[in-house]
């Protein structure tokens, strides 16, 4: 009976070995780290140089450094790809953000993160690109990052990065005890508007046609009755004047605008001796005034 006894008592101790070493297993394995991903376009997204899906995106996996790289799915070709290494730590999930520009200045994204500092201290860490920029907690500005604070509570927050000639990055984080959020901000440039600009008035001279004994004025192909006749126009009507052949008298004029499949327009000479010259101030709406 009392080998029975020591019998099951060992065998309740080995059970309880066992057991215990099970659960310390488990509790001291590496827990995975995790990782979401979000872009503005759609994006192709690459882990370690392999397509793994598309954004939104979201998976665990071993703690420790891994490249990603997001490709923009966008009939746009001119949306510039984002490339960047992340240190994943285990059991924490990192967030990865990403609006795509024409440029990197013209992107924008932020990257955020926690890790452990253990007991109730609760941190915050902001980096930004660009350096320097202001950073705003709750609408209340901290400081410049690079800044680090480990007196703010634990709840949720509104953080905003900003700086001259950039646009406001504003984000929704939520601390917690015993982690320090580690936030990187990447601004995009401002797009900075030209003024409007009015081109000067332009000083144009025009040919007025005059009265004639036929009522009308031959246009022709050269300076002269010798050039054949291309057209006829009448009195009061003027057109661009071009040139004018000194020995003959004749002046050039425009005859008809250049246009789609005439882009030199039609050219003809008129006797100089039924027109007359006018200057006008062209304005950039088309208006025109006599000088």
Do not use: C
């Amino acid at each position: 009976m009392k080998v029975l006894k020591i019998v099951t008592v060992s065998l309740i101790s080995l059970a309880a070995l066992i057991t215990a070493t099970f659960f310390l297993i488990g509790y001291f394995k590496e827990k995975p780290a995790g990782i979401f991903v979000d872009s503005d376009p759609i994006s192709d997204v690459y882990i370690n140089g392999s397509p793994v899906g598309k954004t939104p995106y979201t998976n665990t996996y071993k703690a420790g450094e891994i490249m990603l790289k997001l490709v923009p799915d966008s009939s746009d070709q001119s949306l510039i790809a984002y490339e960047t290494k992340i240190t994943l730590v285990s059991g924490i999930q990192t967030i990865v953000r990403r609006e795509f520009g024409v440029s990197e200045d013209a992107s924008s994204g932020d990257i955020i993160s926690f890790d452990r500092i253990g007991g109730a201290e609760t941190g915050l860490i902001v980096v930004s690109t660009p350096e320097n920029a202001q950073v705003s907690v709750d609408g209340l500005p901290q400081g410049f990052a690079p800044y680090k604070t480990s007196s703010i509570l634990p709840a949720q927050h509104q953080i905003t990065v900003k700086a001259p000639g950039y646009i406001d990055r504003i984000m929704t984080v939520k601390t917690q005890a015993g982690f320090r959020l580690s936030l990187f901000a990447k601004l995009a440039k401002a797009v900075e508007l030209q003024p409007a600009t009015t081109p000067s008035p332009v000083e144009k001279t025009y040919v007025q046609i005059l009265s004639t004994p036929t009522g009308f004025l031959r246009v022709r192909s050269g300076p002269g009755t010798t050039g054949g006749e291309i057209a006829q126009v009448k009195p009061g009507s003027q057109y661009l004047f071009l040139d004018e052949d000194v020995a003959t008298g004749w002046v050039k004029i425009q005859y008809e605008a250049p246009k789609t499949g005439l882009p030199n327009g039609i050219e003809g000479w008129v006797s100089g001796q039924y027109v007359k010259k006018v200057t006008q101030i062209v304005t950039a709406t088309g208006s025109a005034t006599l000088k």
